[in-house]
């Protein structure tokens, strides 16, 4: 189900995924997709088909709302014109739990008495709310909203009022959000995690209620502390008293405000701002870790390490370049997919994919392990850094995740001493060479290092090689400087033959000769202008324009110099012009008052300063509005069934049926591998009056959907059985396997979460003193990865020839030094 702006008029289509080209269906994208692509919105389908979009709703977007659609439940949305349900929202993200249906935004603050605003919000509707009767008609009966806090702690708490982006994660409960300063203010972010039952908690608390417009805004009880999402049985009112509708008008907003997990975030940075935020828990060696991507405002992607402890904070792991830095996009969506571990960026043109999973960076101990990246660790076995999946044997896979890593830092280079005056040869470039002393100093104090820019100045000094300069030959005369007349002609020459180096000494003469030409060719009579002519008209009557003069050449056509001349003229600004458009037809508004209804038209004014009227354009729009009663006293016009209104004469005429809109698809009978789905129409548009024909044609159709074949995840064989232990005495291992085969995952199903290998301790009681020991261990891998066959050690009591010697390395301590 897709939805686009198109142009100010909003469609939604219906398409497949395996072709994205093909439409099945359209609808009216209004109320569910906003008209300007500027508008913040957010939108998600239930499991059961209703659409739930937080948007704009108009043309000129000044009417946002939270607005349910499709399935089979009655069209909802938050009131309109309202500040206390919803105050300019900018809206960010919704997430659809258990009986909710959670939307968060940011707005301005009503509550806040001092001066403009902006607040964090977490909004809430019941998914089962149907609206009330006479109050609240085709409105929320349980929409709810909180304010989210994100703070810097202290004396003066610095607030991160503005949410930008967030991301849930249903196993935890736990939604991590990136907040920011206004746009007008210092630029900086912070990451905070909030748990889903401190939300529910805020919700279950008291109100925050102003009586009216001059009085405070205090705590009021909740009305109803017992409230859950089902106290509308079974599509009835039985519940939702004249009381209930009342409180539900005006109790909105909740007195406590949503405390993050911890109080110091989780991230912060001054001078950038975050857009986008995605989080990915890793499976580390001893724990799990949760890495946060986040979006900069200059394009590139910032991967942080939560907190490992309330004393070491967050880690900063790396900065990913995905542009050149003069051709960096802005980041418009961050998704992961965690079934092939890859972060997908959406920019304006292309969608960017990057492995989440970068081990093979690292390409010594020391850089795999300093990393601290929970991805990577260092595989003894294989000598390289890999991910846990990939590693032979945990035991011998190295992480240390107790610390941040060391950033590397830009250091500029530095010159050092001179070294010592020394003879040194030079060649002018001729053959010829000559000696000279000379010096050196290396850019090593320090050295250039993490991209630090290198030494400025010279890195050799010569001394005592002068050369003095020689003339070059004299090059060919020029031509004359004119075809008839004294003219002069120039050769020169060069002090380069060789040039002189190294304090040498210059070439003495003159490098340039010249002499008279053609004195004795006469020229033809002389050619000269005529007087500038008067300034033509200006080209325009006011702004700015140009105007010109001419000149002809007397005697001749080659006089120098050009025949016209330009110039700015009637720079005065051009007076003020002003025009208006029509009035547009009267539409419909989607109020209702005592059974009558709202029409609203519109009309366009510009001023500019310009010269020609039939250049100015449309700009500012204008409103008018009505209202229209149901029986018509009001006096606006209708086009009635079959009835047309002429001067207070009514005449009835035949009416032919008229088939309406296609309705939605209905649900898929099946989720994949091929079902069936419906839609249908009826002869309602308009009805069949006064013996007009009725509609031809069906009406109903079917359709194949979801003919993709369904995901398989994949699951574990059985364990085998355990090998044989190791070692007879002294401590060893048993070890068992399992595949991912039972079956393998397919058509995009999840894969095998776990271990692939289990490890247990056996035969730990010592061995005997007088008994020795030789060992082999299993390192060589087979390509069918089987265990190797027999025993990995063997055991013997020493002979009486053992040649003992004190002091000596017995042969025990030999065995295990081979082994």
Same mark, same amino acid.
């Given at each position: 189900?897709?939805?686009?702006?198109?142009?100010?008029?909003?469609?939604? =289509?219906?398409?497949?995924? =395996?072709?994205?080209?093909?439409?099945?269906?359209?609808?009216?994208?209004? $109320?569910? %997709?906003?008209?300007?692509?500027?508008?913040?919105?957010?939108?998600?389908?239930?499991? +059961?088909?209703?659409?739930? *979009?937080?948007?704009?709703?108009?043309?000129?977007?000044?009417?946002?709302?939270?607005?349910?659609?499709?399935?089979?439940?009655?069209?909802?949305?938050? $009131?309109?014109?309202?500040?206390?349900?919803?105050?300019?929202?900018?809206?960010?993200? +919704?997430?659809?739990?258990?009986?909710?249906?959670? !939307?968060?935004?940011?707005?301005?603050?009503?509550?806040?008495? /001092?001066?403009?605003?902006?607040?964090?919000?977490v909004g809430r509707v019941c998914k089962n709310d149907i609206g009330g009767r006479f109050l609240l008609e085709d409105t929320?009966?349980?929409?709810?909203?909180?304010?989210?806090?994100?703070?810097?702690?202290?004396?003066?708490? &610095?607030?991160?009022?503005?949410?930008?982006?967030?991301?849930?994660?249903?196993?935890?409960?736990?939604?991590?959000?990136?907040f920011t300063t206004n746009v007008n203010s210092i630029a900086a972010s912070a990451v905070c995690a909030f748990n889903l039952?401190?939300?529910?908690?805020? &919700?279950?608390?008291? !109100?925050?209620?102003?009586?009216?417009?001059?009085? $405070?805004?205090?705590?009021?009880?909740?009305?109803?502390?017992?409230?859950?999402?089902?106290?509308?049985?079974?599509?009835?009112?039985?519940?939702?008293?004249?009381?209930?509708?009342?409180? *539900?008008?005006?109790?909105?907003?909740?007195?406590?405000?949503?405390?993050?997990?911890?109080?110091?975030?989780?991230?912060?940075?001054?001078?950038?701002? &975050?857009?986008?935020?995605?989080?990915?828990?890793?499976?580390?060696?001893?724990?799990?870790?949760?890495?946060?991507?986040?979006?900069?405002?200059?394009?590139?992607?910032?991967?942080?390490?939560?907190?490992?402890?309330?004393?070491?904070?967050?880690?900063?792991?790396?900065?990913?370049?995905? !542009? #050149?830095?003069?051709?960096?996009?802005?980041?418009?969506?961050?998704?992961?997919?965690?079934?092939?571990?890859?972060?997908?960026?959406?920019?304006?043109?292309?969608?960017?994919?990057?492995?989440?999973?970068?081990?093979?960076?690292?390409?010594?101990?020391?850089?795999?392990?300093?990393?601290?990246?929970?991805?990577?660790?260092?595989?003894?076995?294989?000598?390289?850094?890999?991910?846990?999946?990939?590693?032979?044997?945990?035991?011998?896979?190295?992480?240390?995740?107790?610390?941040?890593?060391?950033?590397?830092?830009?250091?500029?280079?530095?010159?050092?001493?001179?070294?010592?005056?020394?003879?040194?040869?030079?060649?002018?470039?001729?053959?010829?060479?000559?000696?000279?002393?000379?010096? =050196?100093?290396?850019?090593?104090?320090?050295?250039?290092? /993490?991209?630090?820019?290198q030494c400025h100045g010279i890195s050799v000094e010569v001394a005592n090689c002068s050369r003095n300069g020689a003339w070059?030959?004299?090059?060919?005369?020029?031509?004359?400087?004119?075809?008839?007349?004294?003219?002069?002609?120039?050769?020169?020459?060069? /002090?380069?033959?060789?040039?002189?180096?190294?304090?040498?000494?210059?070439?003495?003469?003159?490098?340039?000769?010249?002499?008279?030409?053609?004195?004795?060719? #006469?020229?033809?009579?002389?050619?000269?202008?005529?007087?500038?002519?008067?300034?033509?008209?200006?080209?325009?009557?006011?702004?700015?324009?140009?105007?010109?003069?001419?000149?002809?050449?007397?005697?001749?056509?080659?006089?120098?110099?050009?025949?016209?001349?330009?110039?700015?003229?009637?720079?005065?600004?051009?007076?003020?012009?002003?025009?208006?458009?029509?009035?547009?037809?009267?539409?419909?508004?989607?109020?209702?008052?005592?059974?009558?209804?709202?029409?609203?038209?519109?009309?366009?004014?510009?001023? *500019?300063?310009?010269?020609?009227? $039939?250049?100015?354009?449309?700009?500012?729009?204008?409103?008018?509005?009505?209202?229209?009663?149901?029986?018509?006293?009001?006096?606006?016009?209708?086009?009635?069934?079959?009835?047309?209104?002429?001067?207070?004469?009514?005449?009835?005429?035949?009416?032919?049926?008229?088939?309406?809109?296609?309705?939605?698809?209905?649900?898929?009978?099946?989720?994949?591998?091929?079902?069936?789905?419906?839609?249908?129409?009826?002869?309602?548009?308009?009805?069949?009056?006064?013996?007009?024909?009725?509609?031809?044609?069906?009406?109903?159709?079917?359709?194949?959907?979801?003919?993709?074949?369904?995901?398989?995840?994949?699951?574990?064989? %059985?364990?085998?059985?355990?090998?044989? %232990?190791?070692?007879?005495?002294?401590?060893?291992?048993?070890?068992?396997?399992? =595949?991912?085969?039972?079956?393998?995952?397919?058509?995009?199903?999840?894969?095998?979460?776990?271990?692939?290998?289990?490890?247990?301790?056996?035969?730990?009681?010592?061995?005997?003193?007088?008994?020795?020991?030789?060992?082999?261990?299993?390192?060589?891998?087979?390509?069918?990865?089987?265990?190797?066959?027999?025993?990995?050690?063997?055991?013997?009591?020493?002979?009486?020839?053992?040649?003992?010697?004190?002091?000596?390395?017995?042969?025990?301590?030999?065995?295990?030094?081979?082994?």
């Amino acid at each position: 189900f897709t939805c686009g702006t198109n142009a100010f008029t909003p469609i939604c =289509t219906n398409r497949t995924l =395996t072709n994205l080209t093909e439409i099945h269906d359209q609808i009216s994208g209004m $109320a569910r %997709c906003p008209y300007n692509p500027l508008h913040n919105s957010t939108a998600l389908i239930t499991s +059961s088909g209703e659409l739930y *979009a937080a948007t704009a709703m108009d043309f000129s977007g000044r009417d946002p709302a939270i607005y349910r659609s499709l399935g089979g439940l009655p069209p909802l949305r938050t $009131a309109q014109y309202n500040s206390k349900w919803l105050n300019e929202p900018n809206f960010v993200s +919704s997430y659809d739990i258990a009986n909710f249906t959670y !939307f968060f935004f940011r707005e301005n603050a009503v509550e806040h008495d /001092c001066g403009r605003t902006v607040f964090s919000r977490v909004g809430r509707v019941c998914k089962n709310d149907i609206g009330g009767r006479f109050l609240l008609e085709d409105t929320w009966t349980t929409f709810m909203k909180a304010r989210l806090n994100c703070s810097r702690p202290g004396e003066i708490p &610095f607030n991160y009022n503005e949410l930008q982006g967030t991301f849930y994660l249903p196993e935890l409960e736990l939604l991590y959000g990136i907040f920011t300063t206004n746009v007008n203010s210092i630029a900086a972010s912070a990451v905070c995690a909030f748990n889903l039952s401190a939300i529910s908690h805020s &919700f279950n608390g008291p !109100f925050k209620y102003q009586e009216n417009s001059r009085s $405070a805004w205090l705590p009021y009880p909740n009305p109803n502390p017992d409230f859950q999402c089902g106290t509308i049985d079974s599509g009835t009112y039985v519940n939702l008293t004249e009381r209930n509708l009342q409180d *539900a008008q005006k109790f909105l907003l909740m007195h406590e405000v949503v405390q993050p997990v911890v109080p110091v975030p989780y991230f912060m940075e001054d001078n950038v701002r &975050f857009s986008h935020v995605a989080v990915d828990v890793v499976q580390g060696k001893d724990t799990l870790f949760h890495i946060i991507y986040l979006a900069t405002d200059y394009g590139t992607i910032r991967k942080v390490l939560s907190p490992l402890n309330q004393s070491t904070g967050s880690c900063l792991l790396e900065e990913i370049e995905l !542009f #050149p830095p003069r051709k960096r996009q802005v980041i418009r969506s961050l998704l992961i997919l965690h079934s092939r571990s890859e972060l997908y960026v959406g920019v304006r043109d292309q969608v960017i994919k990057i492995p989440l999973k970068r081990c093979s960076y690292h390409k010594s101990r020391e850089a795999c392990v300093g990393a601290r990246d929970p991805y990577c660790g260092w595989d003894m076995l294989l000598k390289k850094c890999t991910t846990l999946e990939e590693s032979v044997r945990m035991s011998q896979w190295e992480q240390s995740i107790s610390k941040c890593p060391v950033r590397n830092v830009t250091v500029d280079g530095g010159f050092g001493h001179w070294s010592s005056w020394s003879m040194c040869s030079h060649s002018d470039g001729g053959g010829s060479a000559g000696s000279c002393l000379c010096r =050196t100093r290396a850019c090593d104090s320090p050295a250039p290092q /993490c991209g630090g820019q290198q030494c400025h100045g010279i890195s050799v000094e010569v001394a005592n090689c002068s050369r003095n300069g020689a003339w070059t030959p004299w090059t060919s005369w020029s031509p004359c400087s004119t075809s008839c007349g004294i003219g002069f002609q120039v050769r020169q020459r060069s /002090c380069s033959n060789p040039a002189p180096r190294h304090g040498g000494r210059v070439c003495v003469g003159q490098n340039r000769e010249e002499r008279y030409c053609n004195e004795h060719l #006469p020229c033809p009579p002389h050619v000269y202008w005529s007087a500038w002519s008067a300034w033509e008209r200006c080209n325009v009557p006011c702004g700015g324009g140009i105007q010109s003069r001419r000149r002809t050449c007397e005697n001749g056509d080659d006089c120098p110099g050009c025949g016209q001349e330009y110039q700015s003229c009637n720079t005065l600004p051009c007076p003020e012009l002003k025009k208006t458009t029509p009035w547009t037809p009267w539409t419909p508004v989607n109020i209702s008052d005592n059974g009558g209804h709202y029409e609203q038209r519109f009309r366009y004014t510009c001023k *500019a300063r310009i010269p020609d009227p $039939a250049l100015l354009e449309v700009g500012r729009q204008r409103i008018e509005m009505r209202y229209c009663s149901s029986d018509g006293s009001t006096g606006c016009s209708t086009d009635g069934e079959g009835e047309v209104l002429r001067l207070g004469r009514i005449s009835r005429h035949s009416v032919n049926g008229g088939w309406t809109a296609w309705g939605s698809w209905s649900q898929c009978s099946r989720d994949c591998s091929r079902g069936i789905r419906s839609r249908k129409r009826t002869c309602t548009n308009p009805e069949p009056k006064y013996g007009g024909q009725t509609c031809m044609g069906p009406a109903q159709e079917f359709q194949e959907c979801n003919v993709t074949p369904c995901p398989v995840d994949g699951s574990w064989s %059985c364990w085998s059985s355990w090998s044989k %232990c190791s070692v007879t005495c002294g401590g060893g291992h048993y070890m068992r396997t399992r =595949t991912c085969n039972n079956p393998l995952p397919a058509h995009g199903g999840d894969i095998c979460l776990g271990l692939h290998t289990e490890e247990a301790l056996c035969n730990t009681q010592p061995c005997p003193e007088s008994w020795s020991i030789r060992v082999r261990h299993c390192d060589v891998l087979f390509p069918t990865g089987n265990q190797c066959a027999g025993n990995s050690s063997e055991t013997r009591p020493c002979s009486p020839d053992s040649n003992f010697i004190p002091g000596s390395i017995t042969r025990t301590q030999r065995a295990f030094e081979r082994g």
